[in-house]
């Protein structure tokens, strides 16, 4: 009797497993989850920089759930979209079958060795799909900027009034005052006050060096793509005419593609440095 009892316990405890496994089967309500991080900055999403020349790993990892995943899949759009989809594996096409994974989770990685090679905007988006059609979607929106190159050279100049007895030109290649015997040539900043004038501190060039002036630009923190940058979406002028203290002017040197940003720090209309009729000084800082 007792042995009977037994089996008719036992019995029902499996019956309720059974009920409780075909229940955990189909309950799909976990569905598909997919998480995505991108291993040097560790951003799971959204908006990324990285500089030219860069290289992009990511790590997926398909979770299941209570259901099988059935497929996971990359697209790329964008300035940088790679044909085929590149992957550290190799020789996987997309999208690709995972249902036969690891009954817990799958981990992969994939990498994009030339994802900095071209500027602008790319798009990457990961989806994993389960065998009930339900979906989870990771993106990346990631925008490559080109390598800052710091302007680190950084010298100070300074010019007289040009019919005074001192130097009243500038030659910003060489970082030296120009006298007026010498070369139009070397003459990037040339005073253009005349006789018996008071000093302004104008100037034009005499070769063909041009200027724009960005007081906006962060010449503390002056590169050659930012000036560069500047330059372009300014008005270039081969003058400049009554420069203040604190103004900054980028130029393109000489027709060619190196550029100099050139901080006013003084003028000063009474500097009789020159001990003449025609006084006047003007200084500045510039960095190429």
């Not at 799909?28 to 290289?55: C, F, H, Y």
């Not at 970082?175 to 008071?198: F, L, R, Y």
Request: overall charge negative; proline content about 3%; charged content about 15%.
């Amino acid at each position: 009797m007792k042995i009977r009892n037994l089996l008719r316990f036992a019995a029902a405890g499996i019956l309720a497993l059974s009920f409780t496994a075909c229940e955990d089967d189909n309950d799909s309500s976990l569905g598909a989850s997919l998480i995505v991080t991108e291993s040097t900055s560790g951003s799971t999403g959204g908006a990324l920089t990285i500089s030219q020349g860069s290289s992009l790993v990511f790590v997926w990892d398909a979770r299941k759930g209570d259901t099988d995943m059935d497929l996971f899949s990359v697209s790329v759009t964008g300035s940088n979209s790679p044909s085929p989809i590149p992957t550290s594996l190799g020789g996987r096409n997309f999208p690709y079958d995972i249902a036969n994974a690891d009954d817990e989770t799958y981990i992969d990685t994939l990498i994009f060795p030339n994802a900095g090679i071209n500027l602008g905007v790319t798009s990457y988006s990961f989806t994993v799909t389960d065998k009930d059609g339900n979906t989870d979607n990771v993106t990346f929106t990631v925008t490559v900027e080109a390598n800052a190159t710091p302007m680190t050279n950084e010298t100070n100049g300074a010019f007289f009034h040009i019919a005074g007895s001192l130097e009243g030109a500038y030659d910003l290649v060489n970082g030296t005052v120009v006298g007026a015997s010498q070369p139009d040539a070397s003459k990037d900043m040339e005073n253009t006050d005349a006789a018996g004038d008071a000093f302004t501190g104008s100037w034009m060039a005499a070769n063909s060096t041009m200027f724009v002036k960005d007081n906006s630009y962060d010449y503390a923190n002056a590169t050659v793509e930012a000036a560069t940058s500047s330059f372009a979406a300014g008005t270039a002028s081969a003058s400049v005419s009554n420069p203040a203290v604190g103004d900054i002017y980028i130029a393109k040197l000489r027709g060619g593609s190196t550029y100099a940003v050139i901080k006013i720090v003084n003028v000063d209309p009474s500097d009789n440095t020159c001990n003449c009729g025609n006084t006047g000084k003007i200084t500045f800082d510039f960095k190429k």
